[in-house]
């Protein structure tokens, strides 16, 4: 039995083949087309996965992506309308640029995008919709584990933001979900995005973190509240969600966390900073080492700032 997976309308797009349960085949279509996180369909990921193995749509037994558009249309009508009028921030593309809006309808896209691909003469397997948080959970059945509890934690899935599983053989049993906004991956963008970083570099702000000292922690802590329930408080009254989409922090966050400190002239030389750090060498001709030795300095001057800021 084959089973081919595929993301679209989403950031990093592309796909999975599964052949009787074993992965045979993964790609990502930003190594084809080249664009970083990119949200495009998998036209170049198909060809290289039908192409080079020889296969035809035919040979696919059903066809999955991992996301449950009933779950997710829910949590988007509840979002929009949650806060009215700001809340129809939301609907703008920047306030969730990782995703395109057409995701709504995205097993509409995919059929369409396959009947392209494959001509529209041809059959499409079924599409079956896998909930996120699922989807994240079944790296168990990959796992050296025969029974382990697993614990999904995102930005934002179709209906959760973090959820805690048991699994056991080839079973997984959701035990636990949070709110949709009670999402500390989301408060973590929300800080990168402050900071001056973009998309997708909350890595980045992770290990600058090495660098630095816990300043902030006990005003985090004074934010976000780890409740017995095993759930913590949510974020929606701390981030600007609403007026700034899924990326902002609002002006009581800051100035709780921060208070007087939260200006925009410690954000701005950061901004300086990062520039450095990005910026390409004055020359084709200069040096690796050279290019290295920017870098670090750079790299110095954020760690400098940041402790400045402290």
Same mark, same amino acid.
């Given at each position: 039995?084959?089973?081919?997976?595929?993301?679209?309308?989403?950031?990093?797009?592309?796909?999975?083949?599964?052949?009787?349960? %074993? *992965?045979?085949?993964?790609?990502?279509?930003? +190594?084809?087309?080249?664009?970083?996180?990119?949200?495009?369909?998998?036209? #170049?990921?198909?060809?290289?996965?039908?192409?080079?193995?020889?296969?035809?749509?035919?040979?696919?037994?059903?066809?999955?992506?991992?996301?449950?558009?009933?779950?997710?249309?829910?949590?988007?009508?509840?979002?929009?309308?949650?806060?009215? &009028?700001?809340?129809?921030?939301? /609907?703008?593309?920047?306030?969730?640029?990782?995703?395109?809006?057409?995701?709504?309808?995205? *097993?509409?896209?995919?059929?369409?995008?396959?009947?392209?691909?494959?001509?529209?003469?041809?059959?499409?397997?079924?599409?079956?919709?896998?909930?996120?948080?699922?989807?994240?959970?079944?790296?168990?059945?990959?796992?050296? $584990?025969?029974?382990?509890? %697993? #614990?999904?934690?995102?930005?934002?899935?179709?209906?959760?933001?973090?959820? !805690? =599983?048991?699994?056991?053989?080839?079973?997984?049993?959701?035990?636990?979900?949070?709110?949709?906004?009670?999402? @500390?991956?989301?408060?973590?963008?929300?800080?990168?995005? =402050?900071?001056?970083?973009?998309? $997708?570099?909350?890595?980045?702000?992770?290990?600058?973190?090495?660098?630095?000292?816990?300043? =902030?922690?006990?005003?985090?802590?004074?934010?976000?509240?780890?409740?017995?329930? %095993?759930?913590?408080?949510?974020?929606?009254?701390?981030?600007?969600?609403?007026?700034?989409? @899924?990326?902002?922090?609002?002006?009581?966050? #800051?100035?709780?966390?921060?208070?007087?400190?939260?200006?925009?002239?410690?954000? /701005? #030389?950061?901004?300086?900073?990062?520039?450095?750090?990005?910026?390409? &060498? *004055?020359?084709?001709?200069?040096?690796?080492?050279?290019?290295?030795?920017? +870098?670090?300095? !750079?790299?110095?001057?954020?760690?400098?700032?940041? !402790?400045?800021?402290?």
């Amino acid at each position: 039995m084959r089973i081919l997976g595929i993301v679209t309308r989403t950031h990093d797009s592309g796909l999975a083949l599964l052949s009787d349960g %074993v *992965p045979t085949l993964v790609l990502e279509e930003e +190594r084809f087309n080249h664009e970083k996180h990119t949200l495009r369909f998998p036209f #170049l990921s198909l060809a290289g996965a039908f192409n080079g193995q020889g296969l035809d749509i035919n040979d696919i037994d059903v066809i999955t992506t991992p996301w449950e558009m009933k779950c997710f249309r829910q949590s988007a009508f509840s979002a929009v309308l949650g806060c009215l &009028p700001d809340s129809l921030n939301l /609907l703008r593309p920047s306030a969730r640029s990782t995703q395109s809006t057409l995701i709504v309808n995205m *097993p509409m896209g995919l059929w369409w995008g396959l009947k392209w691909k494959f001509g529209f003469n041809r059959t499409i397997p079924n599409i079956v919709q896998v909930r996120h948080h699922d989807a994240h959970a079944a790296s168990f059945f990959i796992s050296p $584990f025969e029974e382990a509890a %697993v #614990l999904v934690m995102d930005g934002y899935g179709d209906e959760t933001a973090t959820s !805690a =599983y048991t699994g056991s053989g080839n079973r997984l049993q959701r035990l636990w979900q949070s709110n949709f906004f009670d999402s @500390l991956g989301m408060l973590y963008t929300c800080v990168t995005k =402050y900071l001056g970083f973009g998309r $997708f570099e909350e890595g980045t702000v992770m290990a600058l973190a090495a660098t630095g000292c816990p300043t =902030y922690a006990a005003k985090f802590r004074e934010l976000i509240h780890l409740k017995s329930t %095993v759930n913590f408080r949510s974020i929606w009254t701390l981030s600007a969600t609403t007026r700034m989409g @899924l990326s902002g922090l609002s002006r009581e966050f #800051l100035l709780i966390l921060l208070g007087r400190r939260a200006d925009q002239t410690n954000r /701005l #030389l950061i901004a300086i900073a990062i520039s450095l750090m990005r910026s390409s &060498p *004055p020359s084709k001709q200069q040096s690796y080492t050279s290019c290295a030795h920017f +870098r670090e300095v !750079a790299l110095h001057a954020i760690c400098a700032l940041v !402790a400045e800021w402290h």
